[in-house]
């Protein structure tokens, strides 16, 4: 199984208590991070077949479910 990281968006957070801070539906309320707009935009973490994690970026429009 393998987790995808988003490099140009975070979960926006309150200065004062440090939670994230969620919309009407219950949804985290996304910044831009200092990366937006640089580089590729996903980077997907994996275990290989001799559980040794591996990682491998992808752009904007490569994502696929």
Do not use: C
């Amino acid at each position: 199984m393998g987790h995808i990281q988003d490099r140009w968006f975070r979960p926006a957070r309150d200065a004062v208590t440090g939670k994230v801070i969620l919309n009407a539906r219950g949804k985290p309320v996304m910044e831009r991070s200092e990366l937006y707009g640089i580089g590729l935009r996903y980077k997907v973490r994996y275990l290989d077949p001799d559980n040794n994690e591996r990682s491998k970026s992808f752009a904007d429009k490569q994502k696929k479910r």
